[in-house]
């Protein structure tokens, strides 16, 4: 059984060694540059850090090929020189015998660049993926400008304000219209129930003192 599964892995090895070669067709050279990039703060390149490496770019290749399951496996790495540097090549999650095109692995690569180098603390100069351009667009460039941004909101709450101050004189001029209808129609009334008793004091106000001062009669008795 041990044996059998040894066989398998030496085949599986031999087989990537088969499908990774320098100047592979569909491969691509990785040249990194930690030591100029961060200088003090250069990390060492060793096992995880490639690792780190296949598995991001196992990532660019499922954000590329929405659905398809890309693994670490896919990402075959070969001629690693210390000074770092090496060539990978993916294969496909379908078939392990072949390989994705150059034209795709560049698209992905190119599609995820800013995760891939932020994932190495490298930028395009210090991260080369030889034979794929820089990407053009830097990944912080906001369309607008900040103060454009500013300036919108400024200009949003000074329009809102005057807007809110329009609807505000308007519905006070309806209402103050409104109140002087009512006024007149209250003063119409009056003069009706002046003219039908000969005292003003039939309005209702009049009505309530009158039952009132009866009370307070009352009380005294
Ligand atoms: C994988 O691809 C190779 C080469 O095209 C082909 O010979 C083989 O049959 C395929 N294997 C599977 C499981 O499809």
Known sequence: ???????????????????????????YK???SIKSALGDNAYVWNENEMFLFRS?????????????????????V???????????????????????????????????????NSAFLLTDQTLEFLGIPPTLAT????????WLIVFGVVIGAVGAGII????????????KKNEKTEEDAVYEEA??????NGTVHESRNGVY???????ERLTHM
């Open 56 to 76: 991001i770019l196992a990532f660019a290749m499922r954000s590329h090929f929405t659905g398809q399951h890309f693994d670490i496996s896919n990402i075959i």
């Open 1 to 27: 059984m041990l044996e059998k599964v040894l066989l398998l892995l030496c085949l599986s090895s031999a087989l990537a060694q088969e499908l990774c070669v320098p100047d592979a067709s569909d491969g």
């Open 139 to 146: 990944p912080f460039n906001p369309d607008t400008p900040p």
């Open 209 to 215: 003192n009158i039952s009132f001062s009866d009370d």
């Open 191 to 196: 003069q009706v129930n002046t003219m039908e």
């Open 30 to 32: 990785v040249r990194l």
């Open 164 to 175: 809110a101050l329009l609807v505000s004189s308007v519905v006070q001029k309806k209402r």
């Open 78 to 116: 070969c001629d690693e020189t210390p000074r770092v540097s090496f060539w990978f090549v993916v294969t496909s999650p379908t078939n392990s015998s072949v390989l994705i095109e150059k034209g795709e692995v560049e698209l992905a690569v190119r599609q995820s660049r800013f995760r891939i």
